[in-house]
Nanobody, 123 residues
Framework: QVQLEESGGGLVQAGGSLKLSCVSS????????MGWFRQAPGKEREFVAA????????YYADSVKGRFTISGDNAKNTVNLQMNSLKPEDTAVYYC????????????????WGQGTQVTVSS
């Protein structure tokens, strides 16, 4: 059973930055996609960003383009999400997830999930 563990969440003022990390208990092979999703209170879980481990192509939600950067580290089995210029509307629990194959914006297509890490952006 693959385990994903997120870290790096916290409280930050608007305009600030945070870096989230997700460590996988299993080596991430080239046929996987690693994604980040988030869920705010009372809202559905939404896609944030994903990276295809094969060619390192990246995908972003329109709401975070230009502010967030997803990256992967093979040696550490880690996927990172650098979040800059944070806004109060970025407040949510952020989840790391893994799926086989290419990117998907649909959370139902991801097989493994972490427990989530809280990000709170104050105005």
């Amino acid at each position: 059973q693959v385990q994903l563990e997120e870290s790096g969440g916290g409280l930050v003022q608007a305009g600030g930055s945070l870096k989230l990390s997700c460590v996988s208990s299993e080596r991430t092979f080239s046929w996987y996609t690693m994604g980040w999703f988030r869920q705010a209170p009372g809202k559905e879980r939404e896609f944030v960003a994903a990276i295809n481990w094969n060619d390192r192509s990246t995908y972003y939600a329109d709401s975070v383009k230009g502010r967030f950067t997803i990256s992967g580290d093979n040696a550490k089995n880690t996927v990172n999400l650098q979040m800059n210029s944070l806004k109060p509307e970025d407040t949510a629990v952020y989840y790391c997830a893994r799926k086989s194959g290419t990117n998907s914006y649909n959370s139902r297509q991801y097989d493994y999930w972490g427990q989530g890490t809280q990000v709170t952006v104050s105005s």
